[in-house]
């Protein structure tokens, strides 16, 4: 609720801006996200620009999210979790 009060008293540009800022924010940390995970798994980091494919991209990111990362090290280093 305060943040539609908040809304309605700034100007619409203002709103736009801010909404950009945010989608923008989101967007820079899925790709991060998403080439971390490559990197635990040991797939390229370019399969982060199949994420903004339709219904592909929704799949791509389900499937590398519920994968196993690598047992022991990989070329990016060691697992961090042992």
Known sequence: MLALHICRLLPV?????AGA???GV????KIAVTI???N???????IWLALF?????QFL???LYVMPGDIG???FGANPIS
């Open 73 to 75: 090290s990989n070329r």
């Open 13 to 17: 540009p203002l709103i736009l801006i």
């Open 40 to 46: 635990d798994i040991s797939v390229q980091q370019a």
């Open 21 to 23: 800022v945010i989608v």
């Open 53 to 57: 494919l339709p219904f592909i991209g």
């Open 26 to 29: 989101l967007v820079c940390s």
């Open 61 to 63: 990111e389900f499937v």
């Open 36 to 38: 971390r995970r490559a």
